[in-house]
């Protein structure tokens, strides 16, 4: 039996009984919760910056997207909040979008 030990969607449990497998689960507490939601993103984006196409990447971003959500409510806030809080530091900062690759500063 395949030994797992990681963070997975609320749904897999039910997958995996559908397929007419047994599993063992637990559930974590809040502190080891956060930990292994930081855990799931880190690789979640590792998986995306090795993706090669398109469609590969928009399914990674859309993990990393979901575990943003998750981690935005542990931290007491909503999506929306984290989305004005992205707006803000877009208003007084700028983006991304111009592609600038900053060299050097002289001092």
């Known amino acids: 039996m395949p030994t797992y030990n990681k963070l997975v969607r609320d749904k897999i449990p039910q997958i995996i009984e559908a397929t007419g497998k047994s599993y063992t689960t637990e ?3 809040e502190e080891k919760y956060i930990k292994e939601l930081k855990t799931k993103l880190g ?3 590792d998986e995306y910056l090795q993706t090669n196409d ?3 990447a ?3 971003l859309a993990d990393v997207l979901e575990l943003i959500h ?3 409510k542990v931290h ?3 999506y929306e909040g984290l989305e ?3 707006q803000e530091k877009s208003k007084e900062r700028g983006g991304f979008n111009e592609r600038i690759y900053l ?3 002289e001092d």
């Open 76 to 78: 007491g806030s909503t």
């Open 43 to 45: 690789e979640e984006l």
């Open 27 to 29: 559930t974590l507490s």
């Open 70 to 72: 998750s981690l935005t």
């Open 58 to 60: 928009l399914e990674e």
């Open 84 to 86: 004005s809080i992205r």
């Open 103 to 105: 060299k050097e500063v």
């Open 54 to 56: 398109d469609n590969e």
